[in-house]
């Protein structure tokens, strides 16, 4: 499975391919599909804010993989150890103009890596599938495998976007879908 690594630097999202782990200055990495046979998909900026209020990692997390778009397949998700609030996922919504909050992130993001490699915590994992409902349909769930003591509690986020065609670029909206936690 090739590795999807998805870095934060110096504000910037930056996307690199690799067969190995190692640290993440921004705390995220992430594997992904195998198979790039359709099209991509964004979630709106306005939905991912929705999504903020209930459960900002569920957020920073669409909003990371919204920088390359969406695909139909599976992925896995590793994320720091490091408090998200609510109020911080704007940030994530526009790398660029944030290099400061993203400076002060990432030094964060590297402490707390050293203690994890230390052995002092483990990383957050979480596993994405986007898959085709029906002809017009596609779901995106999220769920945790391994969790963060401080995230709210929910174990999945299901996405449901309606009224789209998979094999073409598209957006969800609030619109155009329905989501929930659960």
Known sequence: MKRWLILALTGIGVLFAAHQSFGFPDGVEQSGPES???????????????????????????????????????????????????SEIPAFLNKAENKAFFDRYNEKAKEINRQVEAGKGSMILYEMNVSEASPHDVVLELDVVKGFAKDPPYKSLVLTISG???????????????????
């Open 164 to 182: 789209v065609n998979p094999n073409e670029k598209f957006e969800a909206t609030r619109d155009n879908t329905h989501w929930f936690l659960k």
């Open 36 to 86: 790039q046979t359709t099209a991509t998909f964004k979630v709106s900026q306005s939905l991912i804010l929705d999504i903020a209020k209930r459960h900002p990692r569920f957020a920073a997390t669409l909003a990371n993989q919204n920088i390359y778009g969406f695909e139909l397949g599976k992925s896995e998700v590793n994320w720091t150890p490091i408090e998200l609030a609510c």
